[in-house]
């Protein structure tokens, strides 16, 4: 992978690039290695800053992130360039494995299952004793389901875009969990403290102090 380094107000040391190249080098073993890279880091007052660009063949892969240093910047860009790959990679895969429209006279194996018909109880009301002369019995159909329903399992997946690697203020946790577009955020203050921001279905954000 051809990776090109831009430093503004920062000088690119020898250990950022290892570090730059060896995340990069996992990206490029998820998107193929006739990809190219382009990391840009910013000094900017007490933040530093960490942008990625990465160029496939049919797409463009972009991560920024900030932080008081610049080696964790440049650690959750690189964390974040790699889970966008993951992404791209299996969106591309499903894409492959779309049958194509227009396709006729193929049947799936699942339309030539016969559907199972659920069972039917014919149920004949009996007529009441008092002002039943006269009157017909009338047939009810009662329908008989399963007593329990099956349950599929959950599906979980493991993220580590919500959690902070670094201690943070809460004014710093707010806007990064702007930046990363997360409704659950956690992270620790600089005391040491867990806590969690949780954004309401009112937009508003509720802090929750973890004990």
């Known amino acids: 992978m051809n990776v090109e380094y831009t430093g503004r107000q920062t000088t690119i040391t ?23 890279a382009h990391v ?7 933040r530093r800053s960490a942008e990625i660009t990465v160029k496939t063949k049919n797409h463009s892969l972009v991560a920024l992130c900030e932080a008081t240093e610049m080696e964790v910047a440049l650690h959750d860009a690189l964390s974040k360039i790699e889970q966008q790959a993951i992404r791209h990679n299996k969106k591309s895969a499903t894409i492959k494995r779309h049958p194509k429209d227009g396709i006729k006279g193929r049947v799936s194996k699942l339309e030539e299952k016969p559907v199972e018909a659920i069972p039917v109880k014919v149920v004949t009301a009996k007529p009441t004793v008092k002002n039943s002369v006269g009157r017909k019995a009338v047939p009810m159909l009662v329908h008989s389901f ?28 707010v806007k990064e969990a702007e930046f990363r577009d997360r409704e659950v955020f956690v992270f620790r203050d600089y005391a040491g403290q867990a806590m969690v921001l949780h954004r309401k279905r009112d937009g508003k954000m509720e802090l929750i102090e973890v004990p």
């Open 14 to 36: 020898k250990k950022l690039k290892l570090k730059a190249e060896a995340g990069l080098e996992q990206v490029a073993k998820i998107v193929g290695r006739t990809c190219s």
């Open 40 to 46: 840009i880091l910013t000094t900017e007052k007490y």
């Open 146 to 173: 399963p007593s329990k329903s099956p349950l599929s399992e959950p599906h979980v997946v493991r993220s580590s875009d919500s959690v902070a690697l670094r201690p943070m203020s809460l004014e710093e946790a």
